[in-house]
C-alpha cells in the first residue's frame, strides 16, 4: 500500500514541438508547420490537465530540456530522456521519480483530452496493484503506472506496434508485477485519427481546448445538428415547421418526437421527406429525451413545435461552438400573438425579457447543446414541468453557456388565452420551483403545460 500522503510524479514524455520533428506522420496531410502547432496544442491539453490534478507533480520528460518551447509554455521541471530506445528512456526516469516517491506514472502527449477520472482511477489502483496500464485503441497504451521497476522491465519491447499494450503486459506480469487495467482511450498518430478526435470534441466527448482550437485554424469542418422537435396535437404547425427545417439544408437531421397526439400531427410530419418521425410517452422531457437518443448528429438542439428558428440560425450555433469551453446555448426570444391582434400583445415581449439577462435558458429559446455533454449530463430530468429549468442548471455546472444574438419566434397563444393569469404564473413559477415546490404541485397550477 503507498503509505505516504505526497505527490505523485506524472511524467510527460514530449518532444519539443517543432516543424519536421514533431507528429511527422500528421504531417503528411497537415504540412511540418501544422503537425507541429497541432502536437504544440496536445502538449498544452494534457500539462494542464496533469497541472490541474490535486495530487500529481508534473514533470516534463523530453529531448531537449531548455528547448525555449518549455520556457513558453511555463514548465518548472524538466528532466533529460536521455539515450537508448522508449523503453530504456522510460525505465531511467520512471526509477528516477520511484527513488522519493512511492509511485509514478508516465504518459505521452498523443491523448489529448484525457479524464482526470483516468488518472484519479490510476492512483487509485497502484494503492494495491504495482502497476497499472492504460491500453489504446490501436494497440498500444497511454499511460504506465508502477510502484517498481526492475532494471530490465521494458527492455526489447515493440513500440509503435499493435502488439504493445498485449507484450508490456505480459512483460509486467512475467516480472512478477500484479497489473491493474484502465478503460481504452484513443490516441492521434495517423491522418486518419483526426477526424474521430475532431467529433469527440464538437460534441463534448472529451475537453481539449487548445486542441480544439488548433484543429478550427487547420479546417473548419460544420458540427452536425440534429433538430428534436417534441410534439403534441400540432397538425395546424407541424408540416410547415419541419418542411422549412429541412429546406434549409443547415441541419443534420429532423427528427419529430410524438407524445401521444389525437389529432393528425404524425400523419402531417411523416408527409415531409427526410423527417424521422418517433413516437413516445407524454411529456417534453421524455419526448426530447427519446428524440435526443436517437440522433446521430454532434449537436442537439431542442426547438418546441411552436417556435421558429431565425434565417442565421445554423451560424450561429456554429460561431457560439467555435468556443471550446461552450458547452451549450440558446437563442433570445421574440414572442408574437397568433391570429387576431390583442389589447395585450405587447405585453408579450415582457416574457423575452429573461431570455436577455437569464444564464438559465428556458426550453423555448431553442436550447442547443453538444451531444456528449448531453449524454454525460443524463439528459433532461424527466418530471412534468420545469425540465428545461433543471438541466440548464446542470448545464452551468458543466461549462459556458452562451446566448447568441438572434432570436427565435414564439407563439404567445397560451398567454394571449389567459394574459394577466399566465403573466403571473411565469414569473411566479421559477420562483416556487427554486424554494423546492415539486413540478407536479407546480403543474397543476399552470395546467396542462403541453
Do not use: C
Not at 491522418?191 to 469527440?200: A, G, K, Q, T
Not at 451560424?315 to 421574440?334: I, K, N, S
Not at 419566434?409 to 403571473?424: K, N
Not at 420562483?431 to 407536479?440: I, M, N, T
Request: hydrophobic share 45%; aromatic share 8%; glycine share 8%.
Amino acid at each position: 500500500m503507498i503509505r505516504s500522503p505526497g505527490r505523485i510524479p506524472v511524467l510527460v514524455f514530449a518532444k519539443p514541438p517543432r516543424a519536421g520533428q514533431a507528429k511527422t506522420r500528421l504531417a503528411v496531410s497537415l504540412g511540418a508547420e501544422g503537425a507541429a502547432n497541432l502536437a504544440r496544442a496536445f502538449f498544452e491539453d494534457v500539462w494542464a490537465a496533469v497541472a490541474s490534478l490535486p495530487w500529481a507533480e508534473p514533470v516534463l520528460a523530453t529531448t531537449d530540456p531548455e528547448a525555449p518551447e518549455w520556457r513558453e509554455a511555463r514548465v518548472r521541471r524538466a528532466w533529460p530522456q536521455g539515450d537508448g530506445d522508449l523503453g530504456a528512456r522510460m525505465t531511467r526516469l520512471l526509477q528516477r521519480s520511484l527513488a522519493a516517491a512511492p509511485a509514478a506514472l508516465a504518459i505521452g502527449t498523443d491523448s489529448p483530452g484525457l479524464p482526470a477520472a483516468h488518472f484519479d482511477a490510476a492512483r487509485q489502483a497502484l494503492e494495491s496493484a504495482d502497476a497499472v496500464l492504460g491500453p489504446s485503441e490501436d494497440g498500444g497504451f497511454y499511460l504506465l503506472g508502477l510502484r517498481r521497476v526492475p532494471d530490465d522491465l521494458l527492455e526489447g519491447l515493440p513500440w509503435s506496434s499493435e502488439e504493445t499494450f498485449e507484450r508490456t503486459r505480459n512483460r509486467l506480469v512475467e516480472r512478477g508485477l500484479s497489473v491493474h487495467v484502465l478503460p481504452a482511450f484513443f490516441d492521434v498518430d495517423r491522418p486518419e485519427d483526426l477526424e474521430p478526435l475532431r467529433r469527440s470534441l464538437v460534441r463534448g466527448e472529451i475537453r481539449a481546448p487548445a486542441t480544439a482550437r488548433a484543429l478550427g485554424r487547420l479546417a473548419a469542418v460544420p458540427p452536425r445538428v440534429s433538430v428534436v422537435v417534441p410534439a403534441l396535437n400540432e397538425e395546424a404547425r407541424i408540416e410547415s415547421q419541419v418542411r422549412s427545417l429541412v429546406e434549409s439544408g443547415s441541419w443534420h437531421e429532423v427528427l419529430v418526437v410524438d407524445g401521444g397526439s389525437g389529432d393528425r400531427t404524425v400523419e402531417r410530419a411523416r408527409s415531409v421527406e427526410r423527417v424521422r418521425v418517433l413516437e413516445s410517452g407524454r411529456g417534453r422531457a421524455l419526448q426530447m429525451n427519446a428524440g435526443a437518443h436517437a440522433a446521430t448528429g454532434d449537436v442537439l438542439l431542442f426547438l418546441h413545435a411552436d417556435v421558429e428558428l431565425p434565417a442565421d440560425a445554423f451560424h450561429q450555433v456554429e460561431e457560439a461552438l467555435a468556443d471550446p469551453e461552450v458547452v451549450a446555448g440558446a437563442f433570445r426570444t421574440w414572442t408574437v400573438p397568433e391570429g387576431p391582434g390583442s389589447g395585450f400583445a405587447p405585453l408579450l415581449h415582457l416574457a423575452d425579457l429573461r431570455s436577455r439577462y437569464s444564464g438559465s435558458p428556458y426550453g423555448d429559446q431553442a436550447i442547443f447543446v453538444r451531444a456528449g455533454v448531453f449524454e454525460r449530463l443524463g439528459g433532461f430530468p424527466e418530471q412534468p414541468l420545469m425540465e428545461d429549468l433543471a438541466f440548464s442548471r446542470k448545464l452551468r455546472r458543466a461549462g459556458k453557456i452562451r446566448t447568441v444574438r438572434s432570436s427565435v419566434r414564439v407563439s404567445g397563444r397560451r398567454f394571449l388565452s389567459r394574459p394577466l393569469y399566465y403573466f403571473f404564473l411565469m414569473n411566479l413559477l421559477p420562483l416556487l420551483y427554486a424554494l423546492g415546490v415539486p413540478p407536479a404541485r407546480l403543474e397543476r397550477l399552470y395546467g396542462n403545460p403541453r
